[in-house]
């Protein structure tokens, strides 16, 4: 039996293919249709949770909101999305549950159904409720099926994962200004459909995890042991968790105010700025496809060591830059900050071997929560002061990478833990 069928690659029956059989494109191991399919789904996720914030307009107007009740709706996804994925991770991998994918977008199905026709607000925040805790079910297991369908390629398969919710996230506020806005909060029903398509890939792909999830499992304790003393593991710890402190309130300050930036600073209509925001978008998805890859041939630590401080000369320079460079330094600063979260995930699953779900839990769940906080910390700044002070002072973040410097190799400790068991 060749490795990928080991993995759970079904083969033929007697009879012929079986058609509720994934018959996943095979490279080296790696699970090529069900990576394809989880990043599907994560692009159907990120893509409606993503609507909530684009129709806060339209919950205001419906219900009369003041801005601290629309800040409350935040608070409340925000907390479901984001404080709730590393207990999910947590639990699922002492207790793995094949099915809960299905059932988390599920959970997104009905707070849509219910954003959609709620009479009163607080039945608007039992909603978000729902989208969020969708969300935290969805990035821990589905980040495990990832690493389960690498084949040993971690960081490819957690950037093919990945790619996917950047796509995702960027299409969301499109598809709300163009069929939400001119159709009015009725037609976020017509996205329960697209929930629905992703509870039956889910419950394709969870059929394939159950029947895999034993046998890597029981490799896990064997096959990832680093041989690091736990006070190296918490350091190690908590230098990721600044390093993603710095990538996403620099993100942050980006997706949430570059398109002002650029009107403000260069005079450019609504249109053309977006159109900025837009390529950064694009070049973050390029940074994000490539960091898990170069992670797997180089080492995570010298892409997380590029990725963060390697990007500081482009932030520092882009408040004093024309818009031509603008443009350019934004691409760039894109490419750069995106390749690091799959290597920081991959990095940190292989310090605490046999945790996947809690590692991508909160991960994925300090991603939300920073860029949450961060988005309206920096709007706070920039009323205070103006625009163009919030990259002046973002510019500086990238420094803590410097901190990589104190990473362990956890390639080379992973190779001699081996050889020494």
């Known amino acids: 039996m060749s490795e990928v069928d080991s993995m759970g690659a079904m ?12 018959s996943p494109a095979r490279a080296g191991g790696t699970v090529f249709t069900v990576l394809g399919a989880i990043s599907f789904c994560h692009l159907l996720n990120d893509m409606m949770q993503s609507m909530l914030p684009a129709i806060y307009p339209i919950l205001k107007g419906s219900f009369d909101l ?46 849509l159904l219910l954003l959609a026709t709620a009479p009163n607000f607080p039945l608007v925040l039992v909603a978000a409720a729902l989208v969020g ?17 690498s084949g040993g390629r971690h960081g490819l398969a957690q950037s093919l994962f990945q790619v996917g919710g ?14 939400i806005v001119p159709h009015g909060r009725g037609s976020i029903a017509w996205f329960s459909a697209t929930a629905f398509l992703g509870m039956l890939v889910l419950a394709r792909i969870g059929l394939w995890y159950q029947r895999n999830a034993k046998p890597k499992a029981a490799k896990v304790a ?44 260069f005079g450019l209509s609504v249109t053309s700025a977006q159109l900025h925001l837009f390529i950064f978008l694009g070049a973050a998805a390029v940074g994000t496809i490539a960091g898990g890859p170069i992670g797997d041939r180089i080492g995570r630590k010298h892409v997380i060591w590029w990725s963060i ?31 690091a979260f ?9 310090l605490m071997p046999g945790k996947v779900g809690t590692v991508a839990g909160l991960f994925f769940g300090l991603a939300f929560g920073v860029a949450g906080v961060a988005a309206a910390a920096l709007g706070w700044l920039a ?11 973002c510019a500086y973040l990238p420094a803590l990478g410097i901190l990589t410097v104190f990473l362990p190799d956890i390639e080379t400790a992973m190779s001699r833990a081996k050889r020494m068991g």
């Open 11 to 22: 083969a033929p029956s007697p009879a012929g293919p079986s058609p509720a059989a994934p």
């Open 66 to 111: 003041s801005f601290s009740q629309v800040g409350l709706v935040t608070l409340v996804y925000q907390i479901t999305a984001s404080l709730l994925q590393p207990l999910i991770g947590l639990y699922t991998d002492a207790k793995p549950k094949p099915y809960s994918l299905s059932i988390g977008m599920g959970f997104t199905l009905v707070g």
């Open 133 to 149: 805790t969708g969300s935290s079910v969805f990035h821990p297991e589905s980040s495990r099926v990832a690493r389960m369908a």
């Open 166 to 179: 950047n796509a995702g996230s960027a299409l969301g506020p499109l598809l709300a200004a163009f069929i």
């Open 222 to 265: 064997k096959e990832e042991l680093t041989g690091l003393t736990p006070r190296q593991v918490s350091l190690a710890f908590a230098i990721l968790l600044a390093l993603i402190f710095s990538k996403y309130v620099y993100l942050a300050s980006i997706t949430s105010y570059f398109t002002f930036y650029l009107i403000q600073t």
């Open 309 to 339: 401080l390697g990007v500081l000369p482009f932030t520092l320079i882009l408040p004093y830059a024309n818009l031509f460079w603008t443009g350019v330094l934004s691409g760039v600063i894109g490419v750069c900050l995106a390749s």
């Open 342 to 350: 799959p290597a920081i995930v991959v990095y940190a699953q292989e």
């Open 383 to 393: 009323d205070a002061t103006s625009i163009t002070t919030v990259y002046k002072v």
